[in-house]
């Protein structure tokens, strides 16, 4: 493939400029044609047989390149390949790699004893980042680090997916930090043709194209492909000659540039992310929006749903949500992109006019008040108003963003906010380090990593002798030590430190001490300096000599984040202390290889979020399989996750109104907990006997929360609750040339439309106090004008009363109509059940009711007895009209 560019000089770097490119692919010996398949499934991010059949070939090799087996096999010297071929044991071991691979391919999975086989992809998952592979790097954190988990998790579980994404050419910066610890960034280039990704062409041979509308002119967008296992993941890239030269910059950096750039890569993600999909043939029903970067993407399916299909723009949502999930990584408002109306009027208003959608129907889908064109455009009311269904990634985060975004729906309770929760997890075979994967499968068997959600498998750990699981875990925490102070020399010899001080590296850390880790994204939410607060009382744990206390810490902080700047500065001077530097290290540039090492080795993860600011965290989960043991803030999954024998709480899941005095009580928590528990577990021992109390604590965490904070659960759990049932509910809107989406269309327009007739007139209870056992009778009269009684359901709420007189743990009870006494008003009856004695409450509600509607918009329209008007200014759970005792 050659292509002409014009031969001018670059200005900027004063070098000419290529006039045709051509690509050079490596040539292997037919006998070795196989690493060619290996090195570009990324199967082997999570398999250590073939890593390691790669670091055979060339051990430093595998190094320089990064772990990147295609870059890898293209620089190779031709005698390592020949011995390679002559070598007995290696043709052996990747022929059976070989053989693992094709039978992760083929064997029955999961999903299809469940649901049947399909052909192609049938669910799209959409995110900003994608955390694979350290040699691939398209990711920045926490975000990334799960989205490419789900994907692995989607392999094993056999889902028909497709990832869609961007392929930055620069990737998130590299980190360094200068002789006064302030970090600094770098952009290396990313060269695309020396990744595990290939270009996607057409029958012809040419790469496929996509086009993007901006205005006044269209985006071109290149389709590359990394298969991870079974699934594809397609990669937007704008660096190409078609495109201007700001417009090719548009992919270059993951969360660089302003808000305009910002903007102009999630139209390429949502709207190019939809084309390309089509493009490649590839007509999938269901789409899940991993955070609202992605929303835009219903708005290419509305239009498209028009062109095609002839539909009118409400039609044409009413379909698309059927088919669209979205899943909320933010816990506070400002976490959510926000557009200024102009920007997106420039955008997203040119895209409207050119696909002839009215631009008042979309664009009040993104405002809080969705009459007010000043408003800032929020993509995550976007994206739920475009869903059919949403979730948090915890239980506490769930609450949060039910909270968070109750706006959307103010006649509803606090509780029955649409916006469930699934939990992160991890891809356990991906974080699990090989000696611990190898004495997993002796003592538990293939299943731990065939079905890593299952909980009877991981009970096998109790079977483990303790001196075996620690002599695995001790000889982990010895390769982390290794593996800092090599990090650590090359930290000082790139910094231009003294020889003296390069050689001390070799020095710090001891393989035997109490190693606790913290890393992740340097924001001032975490608190990475909490630790911190009180230097005395830390130093005498770090200082005592008969039982040492250790601490490695690594993290990012946002370019622009001078704060997050600040904290790693602090605690780079706090651990150039003498006292200190050989007790306390900050790893540079912290990535997927970093986290490895860590994750493997610590013998705790410190985690201290202010509550409830992280929404789930995944990077203390990653310990588990490892032996490794949490020390957190009971947020996030750590909710889920803690017991005594667990691991332990930084204080006890208190709520505050002053950061100060919680970092006060917290920190005084963390030391307490690290003084008289953590420390004195690790070394109750008797002499050269490995700590009993300790392993047994390592046990019980592997066995309890193992299982459970896996990906594969986490997967499944999105399938059978929201992935099928979307696509159930694309199948049924779809049908029939899509009759039911619209009847169900012109049915919601004509419940707008006279909705303002219904109000519920009157509630009768039958008596006001009862007996434990009785039910309670009900009856209402309720007035629907031109609305019949079919097409609304009438329910009773009610449960028991705080002091405030508010309905708590209610429950609901649907009433029957039982006639008519003239036009439009209708009787109904219904019981409240009085189980238990006390005094209790009910209201009655009256919602919109149609068998084909799949999103929540008898919520938008629900009225409680009492009502002039749609909204309600008081909380639903004060409204009530009859207080009734049961004794």
Known sequence: MIKKHDNRINEELAVPRSYETFRVKATLPDELVQLHELAYNLHWSWSHETIDLFRRLDRDLWEITGHNPVKMLGVVKQEKLSQAVKDDGFMDQMRRVHATLYEHLTRKTWFQSKFGNYSSPEIAYFSMEFGLTECLPIYSGGLGILAGDHLKSASELGLPLAGVGLLYQQGYFQQYLNSDGWQQETYPDNDFYNLPINLEIDENGMPIMVEVPFPNRTVTCRVWKAQIG???????????????????????????????????QEMVLGIGGMRALRKLGLHVPVCHMNEGHAAFMALERTRHRRDKDGMSTAEAIEVVRGGTFFTTHTPVPAGIDEFDPKLIEKYIGNFLDTCG????????????????????????????????????????????????????????????????????????????????????????????????????????????????????????????????????????????????????????????????????????????????????????????????????????????????????????????????????????????????????????????????????????????????????????????????????????????????????????????????????????????????????????????????????????EYTEQFYMKAHANWKKLSADGFSRTRNVAQWKQFIRDNWNQVRIVKANLDQNSADVGVALKVEVEVELGQIKPEEVKIQIYSGPLDIDQNIVDPITEEMKCTGSSRDGVYQYNGYVPCDESGLFGYSVRIMPCHPDMADHFDLEMLRWIGDSTMQLTSKPETIHEEIGAVS
Do not use: C
């Open 230 to 264: 079974r699934i594809p993941l397609y990669l937007m890239d704008t660096n190409i000659p078609q495109n201007n030269p700001d417009d090719r910059k548009i992919t270059y950096q993951l969360y660089g540039g302003d808000s305009e750039t910002r903007i102009q």
């Open 357 to 716: 959608i009215e631009r008042e129907d979309f664009l009040r889908l993104g405002r809080k008040n969705q009459d007010d064109r000043t408003e800032p455009f929020n993509m995550a009311l976007l994206a739920l108003r475009t869903t059919a269904s949403a979730n948090g990634v915890s239980r506490l985060h769930g609450e949060v963003s039910r909270n968070m975004f109750r706006s959307i729906w103010p006649n509803v309770p606090l509780k029955e906010i649409p916006i469930g929760h699934v939990t992160n997890g991890i891809h356990t075979r991906s974080w699990t380090s090989m000696e611990m994967s190898e004495l997993l499968h002796r003592y538990l068997g293939p299943n731990w990593f065939r079905k890593p959600g299952d909980q009877s498998v991981w009970q096998r750990i109790e079977k483990i002798p303790d001196v075996e699981l620690w002599r695995v875990h001790e000889r982990r925490r010895d390769r982390l030590v290794g593996f800092t102070r090599r990090r650590l020399a090359e930290q000082l010899k790139r910094r231009g430190a003294s020889s003296k001080e390069i050689d001390s590296a070799s020095e710090v850390l001891n393989p035997e001490a109490l190693t606790i880790g913290f890393a992740r994204r340097f924001a001032t939410y975490k608190r990475a300096v909490l630790l911190l607060k009180n230097p005395d009382r830390l130093k005498r744990l770090l200082n005592n000599s008969e039982r040492p206390v250790q601490f490695i810490f690594a993290g990012k902080a946002h370019p622009r984040d001078s704060q997050g700047k600040e904290l790693i500065k602090k605690l780079v001077h706090f651990s150039r202390q003498e006292d200190i530097r050989g007790h306390m290290v900050f790893l540079e540039n912290y990535d997927i290889n970093v986290a490895r090492y860590l994750v493997e080795g610590v013998d705790v993860w410190m985690n201290t979020p202010r509550r409830p600011m992280e929404a789930s965290g995944t990077s203390g989960m990653k310990v588990i399989p490892n032996g490794g043991l949490n020390l957190s803030i009971l947020d996030g999954w750590w909710v889920e996750g803690y017991d005594t024998d667990t691991g332990w709480a930084i204080g006890a899941g208190e709520d505050y109104d002053n950061p100060e005095y919680q970092d006060e009580i917290e920190s005084k928590s963390l030391y307490d907990v690290l003084e008289n528990d953590v420390v004195q577990l690790f070394y109750d021992r008797n002499k050269d006997r490995p700590p009993t109390g300790w392993i047994a604590k390592m046990k019980s965490s592997m066995m309890k929360l193992g299982p459970v904070f896996s990906t594969n659960r986490m997967v499944s």
